[in-house]
């Protein structure tokens, strides 16, 4: 069964960077297609960025494009989303996600973890 735990968040100030990590204690999410996802208070959960299962392609939201990057490590069963030149609407709740097939829509997503705060100061 898969077992998502992110970590990672914080505090940090505008223009900052910031390393997300999504493990795996379940080990079995090596074939999922995997995303991130955030939520900012009042708002509605968004699509940040997705990496297919063999990791040959990646999809970014047209708001952290150029600055965000989601990775892969399969040996340490963990995808990383790395937050370079962070901006003060970044701030948000940070989760990952997993399933079959490749989407931007959370809904199509079945295995979710707790999420991680990720606060970004002007």
């Known amino acids: 069964q898969v077992q998502l735990v992110e970590s990672g968040g914080g505090l940090v100030e505008a223009g900052g960077s910031l390393r997300l990590s999504c493990a795996d204690s379940?080990?079995?999410?090596?074939?999922?297609?995997m995303a991130w996802f955030r939520q900012a208070p009042g708002k509605e959960r968004e699509f940040v960025a997705l990496l297919t299962w063999t990791g040959s392609s990646t999809v970014y939201a047209d708001s952290v494009k150029g600055r965000f990057t989601i990775s892969r490590d399969r040996g340490k069963n963990t995808v990383t989303l790395q937050m370079n030149s962070l901006k003060p609407e970044d701030t948000a709740v940070y989760y990952c996600?997993?399933?079959?097939?490749?989407?931007?829509?959370?809904?199509?997503?079945?295995?979710w973890g707790q999420g991680t705060q990720v606060t970004v100061s002007s």
């Open positions: 379940g080990r079995t999410f090596s074939s999922y297609d």
């Open positions: 996600a997993a399933r079959y097939g490749n989407s931007r829509s959370p809904s199509d997503y079945y295995y």
